[in-house]
């Protein structure tokens, strides 16, 4: 299957041989569906906080003792998605075709005035003409305007302040100066970038960094990490064979957020917060999506104490007691269920290797229509329950009772996360040992105009964590501002 030359082009990549023969297997084989128990609700899986619960939550994180604490932020990838709508009206326009007054370029045309990237200088005036909705949109996506179209989420003018305007970046520097800080004043930031876009993030870092430091008092350490490409995965024709380029090449192609894993692997930090570069709101929000932010913290560090205690006394002794008590908390919080029947030594082994995993606390947001994974009670091959967030491709459609369950959900992820990555005797976790392998997907894409298969490993926050505990929270709505599509950021949450 795979030549002389296909090895070295695999072991140039930073991969071997194994590793891609495995990829094929899983085309073949495919991925098995997720055993669903039931939807998480507040009834059990989610979390509810009253007000009080809330600040006691957040109290406990600020008198937390933390072996340092760190913002981890997705930034990789053009922007292209969210100008998708733009490039199809511009090709219209361009064509010699008009934009009907509901289509998406038009109505960003109309309200040019309220993007925080607006300037008279290259937009001019709003005219209700096609020649100007061509220009308009020329301006926005093409080399001699803003270039948007080609530049990452993160460089772009989101916010427009009485004295300044905030590309994505600048917003998360702010919002971690605020729920982030270390006890020295210091604010770590980990973002996960393309090499192609690290000029332009650290041009739009520089043009504010001091400044904020300066206003803020505080001081940044900023560490910008590449997805590695040794995590691509290769790609196959319709038969399960390899793709080839017309050069003869294999193609790789990017396997999807989950490679971070990698990177969050690599963070020193006890403490990681996980959000999203376009999942930012304007500054008049930061109370709100602050006070969230420690309220996640703060049940982190909760159980992150309850957990390290129960280890503490089962490498004293675990007796009986103890299995039992350390039972009931991980079914009555986590949603943890074990086989029942398993000899005294097994059952103790059993709860230990349950206890002793990474930890993540997931905001969940009621769910009114936005997108998003959501979160679900399944059944793992151990015969264990566990808390999951599954995207509706893990889900057989074919299958009545997962599709009841998916009917039944309430909430849905907006990808806030809060980790701990460290273990009770303060060593860091190796979170590939915690991976999922099994949880991945396959999607047809095209390359060149030819079909092909593409394989998806397990998300960063789907199989990637798979192996994790597992506490999902609800939070409010006016937490979760992404911006999909450049209309988003005429959302009230968006504008001054």
């Known amino acids: 299957m795979f030549t002389e030359k296909d090895t070295r082009q695999i072991a140039d990549r930073g991969a071997d041989l194994r590793q891609v023969e495995q990829q094929i297997e899983h085309f073949k084989k495919g991925f098995p569906w997720m055993k669903i128990v039931g939807p998480a609700t507040p009834r059990s899986g989610i979390r509810v906080l009253s007000p009080a619960e809330a600040e006691a939550a957040a109290d406990y994180y600020r008198k ?11 930034a990789s990838g053009a922007a292209s998605r969210m100008f998708k709508d733009m490039f199809a009206g511009l090709d219209k326009l361009e064509a010699g075709e008009d934009l009907p007054a509901e289509a998406p370029g038009a109505r960003l045309a109309a309200r040019i005035r309220d993007f925080a990237f607006y300037t008279e200088d290259l937009f001019g005036q709003p005219q209700d003409s096609a020649a100007y909705r061509r220009e308009t949109l020329r301006k926005l996506l093409k080399e001699d305007g803003l270039e948007y179209g080609a530049k990452p989420k993160g460089v772009l003018k989101f916010h427009r302040y009485a004295d300044e305007v905030r590309t994505a970046i600048a917003e998360h520097l702010v919002e971690a100066q605020d729920y982030m800080r270390n006890a020295d004043g210091s604010c770590n930031l980990v973002v996960t970038i393309s090499p192609e876009h690290r000029a332009l993030f650290e ?93 996640l913290m703060g049940e982190a560090l909760r159980l992150r104490d309850r957990i ?5 006394k089962m490498d004293k002794a675990p007796t009986p007691a103890l299995c039992d008590e350390i039972e009931a908390f991980l079914k009555d919080v986590l949603c943890i269920s074990i086989p029942q029947g398993l000899a005294p030594e097994a059952r103790a082994a059993l709860l230990r290797a349950k206890l002793d995993r990474p930890i993540r606390v997931c905001g969940m947001v009621r769910n009114e229509g936005e997108p998003g994974g959501g979160p679900y009670i399944i059944e793992g091959k151990d015969g264990c329950t566990s808390l999951q967030i599954l ?89 979760f501002n992404p911006v999909k599509v450049v209309l988003d950021l005429l959302r009230p949450a968006h504008q001054a």
């Open 203 to 295: 041009t739009a870092v520089a043009e504010v960094k001091a400044a904020y430091e300066a206003r803020y008092g505080v001081r940044y350490n900023i560490t910008f990490t590449y997805q590695d490409k040794a995590t691509d995965t290769i790609a196959v024709n319709p038969d399960n064979t390899p793709f080839r380029t017309e050069e003869g090449a294999l193609l790789f192609r990017p396997a999807g957020h989950g490679a971070l894993i990698h990177n969050l692997n690599k963070v020193e930090e006890e403490l990681v917060s996980i959000k999203n570069i376009d999942n930012v709101a304007h500054e008049k929000l930061l109370g709100t999506t602050s006070l969230y932010k420690q309220v």
């Open 308 to 312: 390290f205690g129960y280890l503490d």
């Open 64 to 74: 937390a003792d933390i072996h340092g604490k760190c913002k981890f932020v997705p």
């Open 391 to 479: 995207e509706s491709v893990q889900i057989d459609k074919n299958d009545a009772a997962a599709m009841a369950a998916m009917s039944q959900a309430t909430h849905f992820n907006p990808v806030d996360l809060v980790c701990i990555l460290r273990n009770h005797k303060g060593g860091r976790f190796d979170l590939l040992k915690h991976v999922d392998e099994e949880a991945g997907f396959i999607s047809s894409k095209s390359y060149q105009g030819r079909e092909l298969k593409a394989l998806e490993m397990p998300g960063l926050w789907n199989g990637a964590m798979s192996d994790w505990n597992t506490l999902f929270v609800e939070v409010p709505l006016e937490t």
